[in-house]
């Protein structure tokens, strides 16, 4: 999955491909550097940044998903707003990543009709405050269970299992210690018999053990994709497509899958 940041504040790329133009060159390069799923997100959820309204991410959004309706891949959104979901869905998206895992209120309704799948993503508080003091008795037992609860809930609500993609959220309300606790366990979430998606791109955890600023955390990701793909995910995000797929070449022809 690559990602497509129509932002002025992510963190590894923010204000690089605010313009739709931009945004849309960006999306084809990463399908000619092999990529399956495009993720376009129009709002940072970065620590510490703060919310933008509907309105404000849909117009990002909007002239974006234009420009991606011809392209081949399938346009994962990565909103928490129902009303942007219900407006993403029509403009075609066939996935909504959700980092609230469609806890807002008519988020599940906004899903349910469509037939699109979801990815539904563990966080602990709100990006505005969920690093200050991250904590857990048992994180991997406390993640697992919470996603259970929203498999559970997306189903009640008419989400076949079929639709729906987990994410234990990596670097969302986690300290580094708990980030590699999930990383090690990761087969526990893999347990809950859906396709895991992992995202460690350029995160800061990655830079609190190399030292290295979020522009040059490469190698390090690479490592840490290839580390989630042999311990159950099934979708790694990533802003690196071409050296990623490298990466995972090299562990599936290790598996004798190439
Ligand atoms: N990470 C980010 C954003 N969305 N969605 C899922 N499902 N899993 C993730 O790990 C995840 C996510 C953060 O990365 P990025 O989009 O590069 O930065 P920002 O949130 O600052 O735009």
Redesign the pocket.
């Known amino acids: 999955m690559g990602?497509v940041?129509v932002?002025p504040?992510?963190?590894?790329?923010?204000g690089r491909y605010l313009d739709p133009g931009a945004a849309v060159a960006h999306a084809r390069a990463l399908v000619e550097e092999g990529a399956d799923i495009l993720?376009v997100?129009a709002e940072?959820?970065?620590p510490g940044?703060r919310g933008i309204s509907a309105d404000e991410e849909l117009s990002r959004l909007a002239p974006v998903l234009e420009g991606l309706r011809e392209f081949q891949v399938p346009v994962s959104v990565?909103t928490a707003k129902p009303e942007v979901m219900r407006a993403a869905l029509a403009a075609g998206a066939s996935m909504i990543?959700d980092?609230t895992a469609l806890r807002a209120p008519g988020a599940l309704a906004a899903v349910a009709p469509s037939g699109a799948a979801i990815?539904l993503?563990h966080m602990q508080g709100e990006p505005r405050t969920m690093q200050r003091e991250p904590s857990y008795r048992d994180v991997v037992a406390e993640v697992a269970a919470f996603l259970e609860e929203r498999v559970a809930a997306a189903e009640q609500a008419g989400i076949a299992r079929e639709r729906i993609v987990v994410?234990p959220?990596?670097?969302?309300g986690k300290t580094v210690a708990h980030n590699f606790e999930l990383l090690r366990s990761l087969e526990r979430i893999a347990a809950l018999g859906l396709p895991v998606?992992?995202?460690w791109?350029?995160?800061s955890t990655l830079g609190a053990i190399t030292g290295r600023p979020a522009d040059d955390r490469l190698a390090a990701s690479l490592a840490a994709a290839l580390l989630a793909v042999e311990r159950g995910a099934r979708i790694v995000?990533v802003?690196d497509v071409a050296a990623t797929r490298d990466a995972l070449a090299v562990l599936a022809a290790l598996d004798g899958k190439s």
């Open positions: 990602v940041n932002t504040d992510s963190f590894s790329d923010g993720d997100g940072s959820s970065r940044a990565d990543n980092i990815c993503m994410d959220g990596f670097g969302f998606l992992a995202g791109s350029r995160k995000r802003h």
